[in-house]
T-cell receptor
Framework: SQQGEEDPQALSIQEGENATMNCSYKTSINNLQWYRQNSGRGLVHLILIRSNEREKHSGRLRVTLDTSKKSSSLLITASRAADTASYFCATDGNQFYFGTGTSLTVIP | DGGITQSPKYLFRKEGQNVTLSCEQNLNHDAMYWYRQDPGQGLRLIYYSQIVNDFQKGDIAEGYSVSREKKESFPLTVTSAQKNPTAFYLC????????????FGQGTRLTVV
């Protein structure tokens, strides 16, 4: 399988804290994307980072990419209860594969 | 409104029956994908199509079939050969080329009874 892996599998933090989740992948990529999924719903795109970029910001999101280690991280700053969801990385190379996901719970 | 629609939202099937899940998009996207989601395993790729009348197997295509006769539609058939079909199925579409994001439907939850 070409599926990436994310860690931690589950993360529980207090509102206002930062949340960091990591993604490791196996193949060469053109870009890496992060998605969010609320329980029982479809995924929603959050941010895309190109293979020649090392860091990207969007609002409270910060994504890093290390292609030499085949890894990426997603940082959500100043978390809110509404950030509670599962987060997935997706690698975009010859095919489009998703990671195993991190389930984030933000406690009010 | 533009988007991608999956139907039905919930589906129950008796063992031994084939069932077809619908996925329709009006985003004019060339590429469409089917994923299966089980608890704790993330999304696994079943089939994908990058152009009409062409599709490719993903990691877990056994027991599934698809067709792509129209750009807007990419139905997935779960056959009786799929040994453990109970899962949440997600359809996605996107433009071909680099740096394109995927748009997802709301999913179909299939339960074998």
């Amino acid at each position: 399988s070409q599926q990436g892996e994310e860690d931690p599998q589950a993360l529980s933090i207090q509102e206002g804290e930062n949340a960091t989740m990591n993604c490791s992948y196996k193949t060469s990529i053109n870009n890496l994307q992060w998605y969010r999924q609320n329980s029982g719903r479809g995924l929603v795109h959050l941010i895309l980072i190109r293979s020649n970029e090392r860091e990207k910001h969007s609002g409270r999101l910060r994504v890093t990419l290390d292609t030499s280690k085949k890894s990426s991280s997603l940082l959500i700053t100043a978390s809110r209860a509404a950030d509670t969801a599962s987060y997935f990385c997706a690698t975009d190379g010859n095919q489009f594969y998703f990671g195993t996901g991190t389930s984030l719970t933000v406690i009010p | 409104d533009g988007g991608i629609t999956q139907s039905p939202k919930y589906l129950f099937r008796k063992e031994g029956q084939n069932v077809t899940l619908s996925c329709e998009q009006n985003l004019n996207h060339d590429a469409m994908y089917w994923y299966r989601q089980d608890p704790g395993q993330g999304l696994r790729l079943i089939y994908y199509s990058q152009i009409v009348n062409d599709f490719q197997k993903g990691d877990i295509a056994e027991g599934y079939s698809v067709s792509r006769e129209k750009k807007e539609s990419f139905p997935l058939t779960v056959t009786s050969a799929q040994k453990n079909p109970t899962a949440f199925y997600l359809c996605a579409s996107r433009r071909t080329g680099l740096l394109t994001e995927a748009f997802f439907g709301q999913g179909t939850r299939l339960t074998v009874v």
